[in-house]
Every structure is written in C-alpha cells, then in structure tokens.
C-alpha cells in the first residue's frame, strides 16, 4: 500500500508553491470529493504564510515569530488533508498522485540468503564438542545447524541455529567419532537450502 511523503523541510516559499500546486490538482478531483480540511482554507494558509514571509524578510524578530505561527498553521492543514487523501485512496498509488502529493519509496525486500559456501568443522578445547564455523553470507541474520548423528545415510537432526555469527559449539558427542554437519542462513525473508556436509573428528 502506497503512502504519503511529507517533506516539511522545504523553505517556506517551496511549502507555499508545494500547497497551491496540491490544491490545484485536487481542485475537481473525482477521488477527493468535500475534503477535509477545505480546499479555500489550505489556500488561505498558504497565502498567509506567503504574506507573513515577505514582512519578516526585513529581519523584524515579532514579524518572524508570526511567519512561524502562520508556517506551523499550514503544517497542520497538509497533515489533515494528507490524513484525508490517505483514507480516500485506500493506498492507491495513483489516486495519491493525482492529488498533487507525492508518495513514499517502498523499500526493497531483502532476498533470502545464499547457501552458505564454506563450512568448517574443527576440534574444540574440550571432549565431546566440535565447533562449526561457517564464512558470513551475505543479507543472513541467523544460522541453522544440523547434524548427521552416525553417517551421512542417517537422516540430520536441528542442534541449534547461530544469531549473525556463523559459529556453533556441538556438545556431548562420542570421543574419537565422525560427525558430519551442514548449515544454513535465514533472515525474515526465508531460509536457503542446506549447505553440502562438513565433517570433523571429537577428540
């Protein structure tokens, strides 16, 4: 769904141009029939401000205080009617658009992770424990691991997943065993297939 952008950094002469140039193409707009706030009163904002600029240009401290009050009055105009365009368009793109406002990006979905390339199994410090390291791929969050108990022609069982490092520490296993492992990287977008087995020897 399609939202509006605001951009309340412009300088007062572009929000004044950015207003008419809304209420001229949402004048007759079949999409935004009795706006809310009014068209006459977004122009009367707009004016306002416009008037209040020009004689605070001589650098007169009460007249710049009113161009702030007259500028913070159109702001709460745009957001009102920004909120109306919102609901009128149900998010279409279009419809937005035609109202003279100009709509967000949409960020881009993060891909699903590669199958991770390399997978290492080395000896811990301790008995019973290999430790299993994986090169980082890129866009992955999390890590899976999972473990051949006896061979690789006995079915893999889940030991534990790794959050960004690609590192796992595989406990309580047999001294002086094979044990294969595979691995693979998630993120929100979805998991990648299983890396090809590694295989380490406990001590």
């Not at 401000?49 to 007259?70: F, T």
């Not at 992955?140 to 959050?163: D, Q, T, W």
């Amino acid at each position: 769904m399609a939202r509006i952008k605001l951009n309340f950094r412009k300088s007062v002469a572009q929000q004044v141009e950015k207003t008419r140039e809304i209420i001229l193409q949402s004048t007759g707009n079949p999409n935004l029939v009795n706006p809310v706030p009014s068209l006459a009163d977004l122009a009367t904002a707009a004016d306002s401000l416009e008037l209040a600029s020009i004689e605070a240009s001589g650098g007169d401290k009460d007249e710049k205080a009113i161009m702030r009050i007259r500028r913070k009055e159109l702001k709460v105009l745009i957001v009102r009617f920004a909120d109306f365009v919102q609901t009128q368009s149900g998010g279409d793109e279009e419809i937005i658009l035609s109202s003279g406002f100009e709509v967000r990006k949409q960020p881009s979905p993060i891909p699903v992770p590669a199958i991770p390339p390399t997978v290492k199994v080395l000896p811990a410090t301790h008995e019973g424990q290999l430790v299993v390291v994986v090169k980082p791929v890129r866009d992955a969050s999390a890590y899976l691991f999972r473990m051949y108990p006896g061979s690789l022609s006995e079915a893999p069982v889940i030991i534990g997943a790794s959050v960004k490092k690609g590192r796992f520490v595989a406990q309580n296993l047999n001294g002086l065993s094979r044990y294969w492992f595979s691995v693979c990287a998630m993120n929100a977008s979805g998991m990648s297939g299983w890396s090809d087995p590694a295989m380490g020897i406990t001590l």
